[in-house]
């Protein structure tokens, strides 16, 4: 090869190599400047609550997953599998998010009042838009130690006030609230301690007068027709992750020729279709479709655990896994659309 196909060559390659390289995280442009909320967030608080704490959260979260799979993951797919990737993933994927949302809310000229469609769904749910305001208070003063508290709009698109520890939020699979935050209040002492040193109500109290109605309203508008919301209701379905768990431990070593997991386990996939069918189906999902799809897995498992318990023959076992993991494929498939 010549020296200068041998450079084009090299360079496609770096090329290549550059566009499945992910992008680091970066930390957003703040909308303001530092003493923009002055009086009420003060002016050093803001500067280190944003250049080094947010700032943290977002490199540590980029050394935490370089040279791993959740590098190519998106920060959604972080939070929502935060549970299994380990605490750095988890605190610094939640630290970016929860600050990211927590800047875009607040504002030096702030509206006062929500849009006509959010005022209606907190009359609904909480009466007057200062009862909200208690709730998020209260569930804000009451979190022990470091926290957030929260406004989400959940998988059946109503509000909730909720508060979650540390850096997590509702978003994640570690959380027993699930939904989009569109308001979040940091109560860590880092958001306030300068200022108020260790009186939080009285940065509670202050925090109104720079919360921008505005915002929250367009994050409202947003979550109700997020793809996201449908995500973390299948996300929810503990009997189709339980049956995945399985299907996934024994028809990847089959691909791989090794039939020995589901000759083992075929007993437990049937109890596991089993449980999917008498196992409450989130709402969105339980459809016609979806229902007669868990039939057939149930037969489909039930066919399969028989082959196996009369020691059937490789061939017939690989078939009857793959038609159950189309099967499963299925019923996946009916969720995301
Ligand atoms: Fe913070």
């Known amino acids: 090869m010549c020296i200068t196909i041998r450079f084009i060559a090299a360079a496609i390659a770096a090329m290549a190599a550059a566009s499945v390289q992910s992008q680091p995280l970066e930390l957003p442009k703040?909308?303001?400047?530092?003493?923009?909320l002055e009086p009420y967030i003060d002016a050093q608080t803001m500067e280190i609550h944003y250049s080094r704490h947010h700032q943290g959260y977002v490199s540590n979260l980029n050394k935490a997953i370089a040279g791993t799979t959740a590098e190519k993951l998106s920060l959604e797919d972080l939070l929502l599998t935060s549970g299994r990737r380990g605490d750095a993933v988890r605190n610094n994927a939640g630290g970016h998010y929860n600050h990211t949302l927590f800047w875009e809310i607040l504002s030096a000229t702030p509206a006062q009042t929500p849009s006509a469609a959010l005022q209606q769904a907190i009359?609904?749910?909480?009466?007057?838009?200062?009862?909200?305001?208690n709730a998020l208070n209260q569930a804000a003063a009451s979190r022990?130690?470091?926290?957030?508290?929260?406004?989400?709009?959940?998988?059946?698109?109503?509000l909730q006030v909720c508060s979650t520890p540390n850096q997590d939020n509702p978003i994640m699979d570690v959380s027993k609230e699930r939904g989009i935050p569109i308001l979040g209040i940091d109560v860590w002492e880092h958001a306030y301690y300068l200022k108020?040193?260790?009186?939080?109500?009285?940065?509670?109290?202050a925090i109104w007068n720079v919360l921008d109605w505005a915002a929250v309203s367009r994050k409202y508008d947003?979550?109700?027709?997020?793809?996201?919301?449908?995500?973390?209701?299948k996300d929810t379905w503990q009997a189709l992750k339980d049956f995945h768990v399985v299907m996934a431990q024994t028809f990847h070593p089959m691909e791989d020729?090794?039939?020995?997991?589901?000759?083992?386990?075929?007993?437990?996939?049937?109890?596991k279709a089993e449980l999917l069918k008498v196992s409450p189906i989130p709402a969105s999902f339980n459809t016609a479709e979806i229902r007669k799809a868990i039939d057939d897995l149930i037969k489909?498992?039930?066919a399969l655990e028989k082959s196996v318990r009369k020691k059937a023959k490789d061939d017939t076992i690989k078939s009857q896994l793959t038609a159950l993991h189309d099967t499963f494929h299925v019923i996946q498939g009916l969720c995301s659309h």
């Open 123 to 133: 009359i609904r749910q909480y009466g007057t838009l200062d009862s909200l305001k």
């Open 300 to 302: 489909g498992s039930a």
């Open 30 to 36: 703040l909308g303001y400047a530092y003493n923009a």
């Open 196 to 205: 108020y040193q260790n009186k939080r109500s009285d940065y509670l109290a």
């Open 222 to 233: 947003v979550a109700l027709n997020d793809p996201l919301l449908k995500r973390i209701e």
């Open 257 to 271: 020729g090794n039939l020995k997991p589901i000759r083992e386990r075929a007993g437990e996939m049937k109890l």
């Open 144 to 158: 022990f130690g470091s926290g957030w508290a929260w406004l989400i709009v959940t998988v059946d698109k109503k």
